[in-house]
């Protein structure tokens, strides 16, 4: 059963809402009892079991986003898929909406160092395009 306490934390949660230092001590009971599942070090979510229960999976799955390798995957599809123009920084961004400029730009460093993709020019102009970058 759960305390008031509980309660309100799940209301935050589900509201996207911080939950107040005076009730952090809780989580751990409800990450232990499987309703609450950590996120970061901070970072509190709602867990997948509840979003079945309450048939949003979706949303569970946008809020958790998705993985390293899904969206390294996403960008990859991006790039071939416009392999004859490059793609470009602001392109490779809106891929990822939920992601900074400088995730994205590591995930591309992850692509690059795997000789995946390669870079061609500097700022603006630069654009990305499949396999490692020509000898010339």
Known sequence: ???TED???????KRQEPVPERLRDRLTALVDAGVV?????KKHILSQRYYRF???TGRY?????VGRKRSK???????EQNQRDGSRMKDLMDVLPD???????????ELRDEGL???????RGARWYLGPRPRC
């Open 37 to 41: 599942e950590r996120r970061g070090r």
């Open 61 to 65: 799955t946008r809020l958790t986003g």
């Open 73 to 79: 995957l996403l960008l990859l599809t991006h790039i």
């Open 99 to 109: 992601h900074s400029r400088n995730q994205v730009k590591g995930l591309l460093k």
């Open 117 to 123: 993709v390669h870079c061609r020019g500097v700022t």
């Open 1 to 3: 059963s759960f305390s």
């Open 54 to 56: 309450v048939d949003q």
């Open 7 to 13: 309660l309100i934390i799940l209301d935050l949660l």
